[in-house]
């Protein structure tokens, strides 16, 4: 099966620019992550998606970040205006969030490296 | 809230050797997953291993084992007859069992030296 796929995977932009990250989770899963992981640290959670609703946002900075997920597929994260300490690798993980709790798994894609100037 | 702690910043193995990195967490629930993630150089993150914490019994898959102290809220990785391709930085996470919720530490590099 196809794994989680995210789009651009770098991206260099100054600073009070604005700027969008894609992803697509694997198909049929349900649930979707955002993580921001600055060099040197673990995966940060921003944001997590059931389905098209919102589970968990409180850490995304609501007044530079947004995400959706329309339909329940492809989520976009956009950061306006970003900041230099927004240099960081966003990661998209989706899991099936099936019945059987104890056997679900995350799948992560690539990350997008973004670099603010 | 849970925390989880990996006071290792890097370890180094000999190849074919035995390594065990450490993690730590912390958390009032009594119901919940720990996992290790394994992340290469400049590539995906993929699942190593995974416990519940309802389960006495100490996970193992192939070279790699856990070693879980609920009490002390411990739970370690080992890694066995280490390999070059091990070589990566390595995350334990906490989730909450009626959440899908993930807490990460903030990892150990593993370097194996050949």
């Known amino acids: 099966e196809a794994g989680v796929a995210q789009s651009p995977r770098y991206k260099i932009i100054e600073k009070r620019q604005s700027v969008a990250f894609w992803c697509n989770p694997i198909?049929?899963?349900?649930?979707l992550y955002w993580y921001q992981q600055i060099l040197g640290q673990g995966p940060k959670l921003l944001i997590q998606?059931?389905?098209?609703?919102?589970?968990?946002d409180s850490q995304l900075p609501k007044d530079r970040f947004s995400a959706e997920r329309l339909k329940g597929v492809d989520s976009t994260l956009k950061i306006q205006p970003a900041k230099l300490e927004d240099s960081a690798v966003y990661l998209c993980?989706?899991?099936?969030?099936?019945?059987?709790?104890?056997?679900?798994?995350?799948?992560f894609g690539p990350g997008t490296r973004l670099t603010v100037l | 809230a849970q925390t989880v702690t990996q006071s290792q910043p890097e370890m180094s193995v000999q190849e074919a050797e035995t390594v065990t990195l450490s993690c730590t967490y912390d958390t009032s629930e009594s119901d919940y997953y720990l996992f290790w993630y394994k992340q290469p150089p400049s590539r995906q993150m993929i699942l190593v291993i995974r416990q519940e914490a309802y389960k006495q019994q100490n996970a193992t898959e192939n070279r790699f084992s856990v070693n879980f102290q609920k009490a002390a809220k411990s739970f370690s990785l080992k890694i066995s007859d280490s390999q070059l391709g091990d070589a990566a930085m390595y995350f334990c996470?906490?989730?909450?069992?009626?959440?899908?919720?993930?807490?990460f530490g903030t990892g150990t590099r593993l370097k194996v030296l050949a």
């Open positions: 996470a906490y989730r909450s069992a009626g959440t899908y919720k993930y807490i």
């Open positions: 998606f059931q389905n098209n609703g919102v589970v968990d």
């Open positions: 993980a989706s899991s099936l969030e099936g019945q059987q709790i104890s056997t679900d798994t995350q799948y």
């Open positions: 198909s049929g899963h349900a649930t």
